[in-house]
């Protein structure tokens, strides 16, 4: 069953501003809370399971990257919301998971959303998840809906203490996220390319019935790639703006290029799209050339056997005075009229190439 690309938000209609609803199908099987606190000369990793044990590194003078990987328990929810000083509605936006990719610049923090895209070679689909950041003075708050993410490399590096990031602040920490967020995307992109190329040999080869419906398919997934990416490119360039407060001279340097990048993806989807519209209009010539080849064979065999029926007609007319039927040469003699006319049409149809 396809996919629907407008979620039902009926359980919202009424509610006041800020109301947090629980998504309707928990994606995690309980609300997990890590701890990433940093400096150049330091580092401590650890998983915590109330909000009061994050609270001492809340005005610490290190960085802090707190990671929540569920949106079900509205309680913890509101808690940290709470403590950290969020605005109902950003809590609100952080729950709601539909939310378009976004930046929002409260001077105390910003909020902001994007799209993690993924793309499952076995099942050739896009997958999606929001994550929310929140970035602080001193701290970096990233909510996700499910287990597994991108940012793999960029723990590794935490921990590592190679590169820059330990030396600089949590903006640059933000800056990371989103950088993998939209490096990843290049991923995806490679791996529509490649679902491309197979449909491409055939739709030349062998077009089906299958085929166009995986054509549809596709177009589907291209509609919600482009759909998360989008956006991404105002997000960015908010970001990198001089007037985002909390992000410094520096990290703009490396947000700016973080834009080029998405405009790269947008201009690789764009492309991508073009080719998936021009592999629809291909399967259907194809189809079309398919069935003007058979047209053309049985209209050959039609014209080869119109004048034989027609002379097969003739002599099957019961006629007493027809002076060929008492011949003991009329038999072969027809049948002989019949290969005849048969083989030079043949003939006649080859030399016009229509064969």
Not at 248 to 263: L, N
Request: proline letters at 6%.
């Amino acid at each position: 069953m396809p996919r629907r690309f407008i979620k039902r938000r009926r359980h919202k209609v009424g509610l006041p501003p800020g109301s947090l609803v629980p998504v309707e199908v928990p994606t995690a099987d309980r609300v997990t809370m890590t701890v990433m606190d940093y400096d150049q000369a330091r580092f401590e990793e650890l998983e915590i399971q109330t909000v009061e044990e994050c609270l001492p590194f809340r005005d610490s003078p290190t960085v802090t990257w707190l990671n929540v990987t569920g949106l079900h328990d509205m309680e913890l929810i509101a808690s940290l919301g709470e403590e950290f000083g969020l605005h109902p509605l950003v809590m609100e936006d952080l729950v709601n998971t539909e939310q378009r990719p976004k930046l929002e610049d409260f001077q105390d923090y910003l909020f902001i959303v994007i799209k993690m895209i993924t793309f499952s070679e076995e099942r050739r689909e896009v997958e999606d998840e929001q994550l929310s950041l929140i970035l602080g003075p001193r701290f970096v708050i990233s909510f996700q809906e499910r287990p597994g993410d991108i940012f793999d490399a960029v723990r590794n590096r935490i921990r590592s203490g190679k590169g820059r990031i330990r030396t600089m602040g949590p903006d640059y920490l933000a800056y990371a996220l989103v950088d993998a967020a939209v490096d990843h995307y290049f991923v995806v992109l490679e791996g529509l390319g490649e679902w491309i190329e197979l449909l491409e040999e055939e739709v030349v080869d062998e077009p089906g019935p299958e085929t166009m419906s995986e054509i549809h398919r596709l177009k589907r997934e291209m509609l919600l790639l482009r759909k998360a990416t989008w956006p991404m490119r105002e997000v960015v360039s908010s970001l990198g703006r001089e007037g985002a407060s909390l992000v410094s001279a520096p990290v703009r340097v490396y947000v700016r290029d973080v834009y080029d990048h998405t405009i790269q993806v947008l201009d690789t989807g764009e492309t991508l799209r073009d080719i998936v519209s021009g592999l629809l209009d291909t399967y259907l010539s194809s189809v079309s050339n398919r069935m003007n080849e058979i047209m053309k064979v049985l209209t050959i065999m039609a014209s080869i056997f119109i004048p034989l029926t027609f002379i097969a007609g003739v002599y099957g007319m019961n006629f007493q005075h027809m002076p060929e039927l008492a011949e003991p040469w009329a038999y072969p003699a027809c049948l002989g009229l019949m290969a005849l006319v048969g083989g030079g049409l043949v003939l006649y149809f080859r030399r016009k190439g229509w064969m």
